[in-house]
């Protein structure tokens, strides 16, 4: 009943394909909105099992589904919402392997992982092949968000250049207040849904970052880097390479 959406617009969403790399507290939220939204064919990438202690958080897995694959647990839920969604499942690690040979069959690439080695290659490969994502990075009580274009607007490494040195890497795992990845989740769903509507503005050239225990909302202009190491035309990447974990 949209104006800027109609019949024309449910159309163009049954037509999109949309992956979302990692089914956990990201993915939860994104895969139900996308079912939900009728895009007509999600992917969704993942070699986790359900854990109790992913239930806080990843609302698309239930008791029920512990010691499941996580891509078989969210597939039953998104088919129960909505059985007209084509969904196909990668029992897989993303690695170089296998990033470009996915993803090149998608519209628009949603990460939502949780590590930065997943991040950055995820970041090349939309740049190598031109694909549109929704970047997202959740920790503590804080969660970011930003869209990309690739040659057009900002990518990940504009804003972020390397990951950070493997010392720092226990800082990051230090619990999430399970109500975080929701909120960035449904704002990446929203992302991907817009994109494929051609509606409003999207969050390029923009990190979003909210914080849960003040609830403030920041936008943050990311530039494009015109010497950046992946994205610029004279110095950007020619190939995948595995970043450490
Ligand atoms: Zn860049």
Not at 100 to 107: K, R, S, V
Not at 217 to 232: E, T, W
Request: hydrophobic letters at 40%; aromatic letters at 6%; glycine letters at 8%.
């Amino acid at each position: 009943m949209l104006e800027d959406v109609g019949e024309e617009g449910q159309k163009k969403l049954d037509s999109a394909k949309v992956l979302v790399i990692g089914a956990g507290g990201l993915g939860s939220p994104v895969c139900l909105y996308l079912a939900a939204a009728g895009i007509g064919r999600i992917g969704i990438l993942d070699y986790d099992i359900v854990e109790v202690s992913n239930l806080q958080r990843q609302i698309i897995h239930a008791t029920s589904d512990i010691g499941k694959a996580k891509i078989s647990s969210a597939q039953v839920k998104m088919k129960n919402l909505n059985p007209n969604v084509r969904i196909d499942t990668y029992f897989e690690k993303l690695t170089t392997n296998n990033a470009l040979p996915i993803m090149q069959n998608y519209d628009f690439i949603i990460d939502a992982t949780d590590n930065f080695a997943s991040k950055f290659l995820i970041n090349d490969a939309c740049v190598l092949l031109n694909k549109p994502f929704s970047h997202a990075g959740v920790l503590k009580y804080r969660g970011q968000t930003m869209t990309i274009l690739p040659h057009e607007s900002a990518c990940f490494a504009c804003a972020f250049d390397e990951p950070p040195a493997k010392e720092l890497n226990a800082i990051f795992r230090a619990g999430l207040f399970g109500v975080v990845p929701g909120i960035i989740g449904c704002i990446q769903a929203s992302e991907a849904i817009k994109y494929i509507l051609n509606l409003g503005e999207l969050l390029t050239n923009t990190l979003l970052t909210m914080d849960i225990k003040t609830m403030n909302f920041r936008k943050v202009a990311i530039h494009k880097n015109p010497d950046c190491r992946v994205c610029s035309k004279e110095n950007g990447i020619k190939e995948l390479k595995t970043y450490h974990e």
